[in-house]
């Protein structure tokens, strides 16, 4: 394939990327967002192998096999649950896969078209080192955001102290490694860029506590596309210069704006150690008595039948219980009796952004009915029952009235203004933040308390017994 021919296909390439990240801004238009990027892919993969510098189709062939395989059996075996860690693992590849082009091209640089071993342009250099700091990064900080959600590691923040200023220490040093390597291009000094770079990416994540791993998994996410980017300039590739600078600056993006969402610093996200800076769990505050109302699916099933509006709150508790279809056959059973239902999203309900929403539409639940943060509070008020289920950290109250609290600042769903709130959760446990929940306790609270899938069945046959 001619140059100018495959710069065309690489062109028609990108343009379906950019139309597929604009399809995937919304549920609707989702579908066609995939095939989109499908197609994208598709032409690129083509493009590349019908460039004249590659030397084996074989080995790609093994390798395409390979991956399909293992990507295949992941993709059948893997549960809704664990899409936040699968997310954390892949970013973490695609950050060792950019080292490894990395080496490749230090090594073997008339392969790629950019000089000879030990007299390479100090731009490809600069671009070489760029991309492999940001995907030694992306790769460590993946595997400890893996290693916290599959919970092998604590979700507590680890910290200790001068560790701000040792992060600092490390960049300065990274940055000398970095001008000494373009000067000299010595091999010991790319693998110690690697190494140390490897560690930095180890201690940026290491004390981010767990409330806030959906921000990570985002944050990550463009650490990723920067990545690919710059080894995209090193390949002298377009295709994968514009894909990866696609993926790093709506990374970027929607770690913004999910910074928005929990009251967090943006330049704090991006230097690490975010959210560390408030006390342990909140107390009980002001509702210390520490008793709550028990009810029973029965109860919920009246309750739920007499109102008439019901907004639903979802959480990890929903998708750890796969509750979602239940969950479903219940609020059509409510629509059926002409009561209002809606679905209340917090930007980091669940373990990665957007979880709430995939799981609802796996259940096929109506998209007009599924409001973000911003649109559904001011309806708490007038809603007769608030019906959380899974939900904890994002409904807590101490997240306005307790300074020392690790979740104080951010923007929570305001069902403790709902007339009733009926609260499914396994048991009193805190959240994944460790902050107890003083809504448990208050008067208009009902818990119901057991597995999430099961209640909802239970208030279903309770609704067709009644």
Known sequence: MSENLSAFAYLIASVCFIMALRGLSSPVTARRGN???????????????????????TMILIGMLIGGAIGTVVALKIKMTALPELVAAFHSLVG?????????????PQAYGIGVAGNIPIGSLIEMSIGTVIGAVTFTGSIIAFAKLQG?????????AGQHALNALLGLLLFGLIFWFVGDQNAGLFWMIVLLSCLMGVLIIIPIGGADMPVVISMLNSYSGWAACGIGFTLSNPAL??????????????????????????ISVILGGFGTENGGPAAGGEDGDKTVRRGSAADAAFIMKNAGSVIIVPGYGMAVAQAQHALREMCDMLKAEGIKVSYAIHPVAGRMPGHMNVLLAEANVPYDEVFELDSINRDFPSADV??????????????????DSPIYGMPILDVENAGTVLFVKRSLSPGYAGVDNVLFYRDSTMMLFGDAKAMCEGIVNAMDAM
């Not at 990027?37 to 590659?54: F, K, N, R």
């Not at 600056?249 to 929607?254: D, E, F, T, V």
């Not at 950290?393 to 300074?403: C, E, F, G, I, Q």
């Open 241 to 266: 210069i514009v894909t990866g600078a696609l993926v790093g600056s709506s990374g970027a993006i929607l770690s913004y704006i999910m910074c928005k969402g929990m009251n967090r610093s943006f």
């Open 96 to 108: 060792l896969a950019a080292v490894l082009v990395a080496a490749a091209a230090y090594y073997e």
């Open 152 to 160: 092998t590691m604590s979700g507590a923040p680890v910290v200790f």
């Open 35 to 57: 095939l989109l990027g499908m197609a994208g892919m598709t032409i690129a993969i083509v493009t590349t192998l019908a460039s004249p510098g590659v030397m084996s189709f």
């Open 386 to 403: 608030a019906f959380v289920i899974g939900a904890n950290d994002v409904t807590n109250p101490v997240a306005k009235t307790d300074p």
